[in-house]
């Protein structure tokens, strides 16, 4: 019955999707760039590549935690149901945490809200990890995790638009999430393979903060300020 209540809202994809209307115009003055100039333009440039990487980031925790948190909550000593209401705390939390984090990419810098997303998405996992697991501190973790669950999306999306320009917001994007796809694949695939040849999930643990703490250096190198500024004040210069 689950799946097949999941089959019904995906199915209103396609209503509202043609209720969306067709492709914005062009801004005024705006050069008119193909897709393909738009994708090596975005390859040459150095903060594409980050935000790749701190998505990549992303997956990783995401799919883990998904895919693997009910059978670490229950090797812990703790029952199913535990484990099903932390998922369902988590994807509460996100919708918080998504709106939230779409509001203050509207008012602060981006990228410094990413790194802060990923520095306390290690320090969560740190209390999961080294604290006793308890239902308190499984669902502490649970609310914390959960309103910073999908708030990379918003401001990652939103960087890619502020620096490359909306006209191919949408293909860049796309490109920078399939590095999410990667991460979130070799999340669950790695957490799977240590537990069954150590016997643990502390070893997938352990590589999360780590990625954790990567993401969130690797964020504040990315340049924010859009590019066609960058190009025409250095043309000045010329």
Not at 24 to 39: D, K
Not at 121 to 133: E, Q
Not at 177 to 195: D, E, N
Request: aromatic fraction near 12%; charge should be positive; hydrophobic fraction near 55%.
């Amino acid at each position: 019955p689950a799946l097949i209540a999941l089959a019904a809202v995906a199915l209103l994809i396609l209503p509202l999707s043609l209720a969306l209307g067709g492709k914005p115009a062009p801004a005024p003055g705006a050069a008119q760039q193909s897709l393909g100039e738009a994708l090596r333009e975005a390859l040459g440039e150095k903060g594409f590549h980050l935000l790749v990487w701190g998505y990549f980031v992303c997956g990783f925790h995401i799919g883990m935690l998904t895919v693997h948190l009910p059978s670490y909550v229950t090797d812990s000593g703790l029952r199913a149901e535990h484990g099903m209401t932390a998922l369902a705390l988590i994807g509460l939390f996100n919708v918080i945490g998504t709106f939230g984090a779409g509001w203050l990419g509207g008012r602060f810098s981006k990228k410094y809200l990413l790194s802060s997303i990923y520095t306390i998405r290690a320090f969560l996992i740190a209390i999961l990890v080294f604290l006793p697991l308890t239902p308190l501190t499984l669902y502490v973790f649970a609310c914390g995790i959960g309103l910073l669950w999908l708030g990379t999306v918003p401001l990652t999306n939103g960087l890619v638009g502020q620096i490359f320009g909306m006209r191919y917001a949408a293909l860049l994007a796309s490109v920078v999430f399939f590095g999410h796809q990667i991460g979130g694949f070799l999340g669950v695939w790695l957490a799977g393979y240590l537990f069954d040849t150590t016997g643990s999930y502390f070893g997938a643990f352990y590589a999360s903060m780590g990625l954790g703490v990567f993401a969130a250096m690797n964020n504040l190198p990315v340049n924010e300020k859009p590019l066609t500024e960058r190009l025409k004040h250095a043309q000045a210069l010329a």
